[in-house]
């Protein structure tokens, strides 16, 4: 299926765009490995200012994470004994469930350069999902109250954040064409009653590959970020 990366609006109007680094690894790779490489850039720009920014768009094979304070009694298993590795993490938000075919994005950003406003942040992470699903041909909502976003009432995109001196990790989860079947174990986001999606239930066929195009150029000029790719 062809999809158009063209450019995407951005709410940003810089004259000083951001240099960042850009990761795409082709592999799912480890919570753990993922999450240790956000805090070690994290203390790097910490440590320097001026540092270069990174973000990293990959997919994690099967596993549930909890963010700071969630409540085990979101889970339908017994912590002690889980069906798939279970992390207890420093981002805000309850429990959520990644694997493949879902796209995972990490931006760890200094808000400083921008916005320092979390508020702000979550809803530019919702925008940039809300402008890819849109040139998709899908309109994406927002629900009153609630991060992430929706599609017919059934949320495919999740957003949980970590903020140190407004130097950002973790980040945001799209679900493309994942198995859903896992997040039967838990209650997703702590909100019962609430109904996961996939947007193949949209566009049949749909891959990651065809999606995470569209989202590095949202990412990019909403956050007015100029890539320095690596491998």
Known sequence: MPVDIGKLETPLDSAHPVRANLFQPLAPVPF????????????????????????????????????????????????????????RIDRG????????????????LDLSRRNPDLHWYLRQLEQVMIEVLAKLGLQAERLPGLTGLWLENRKVGAIGVGCRRWITQHGLSLNVDCDLSGFSLITPCGLEGLT????????????????????????????????????
């Not at 240790?36 to 994290?42: E, N, S």
């Not at 938000?93 to 760890?108: A, D, K, N, R, S």
């Not at 990651?208 to 990412?219: N, S």
């Open 32 to 87: 753990e490995q993922a999450w240790k490489a956000q805090r070690d850039w994290q203390t790097r720009l910490l440590k320097d200012p001026h540092a270069p920014e990174a973000v990293w768009f990959l997919q994690h094979p099967a596993c549930f994470t909890l963010g700071r304070g969630a409540s085990s009694d979101h889970l339908r298993f017994d912590p002690a004994s889980p069906p798939l590795p279970l992390h």
């Open 93 to 108: 938000g309850e429990v959520t469930h990644h694997l493949p075919g879902q796209l995972v994005v990490y931006p760890v």
């Open 196 to 231: 996961v999606g996939r947007l193949t239930e949209w566009i049949p066929g749909l891959t990651v590959g065809q999606v995470q195009p569209l989202l590095v150029e949202a990412l990019a000029l909403h956050f007015d970020l100029v890539w320095i790719t690596q491998a």
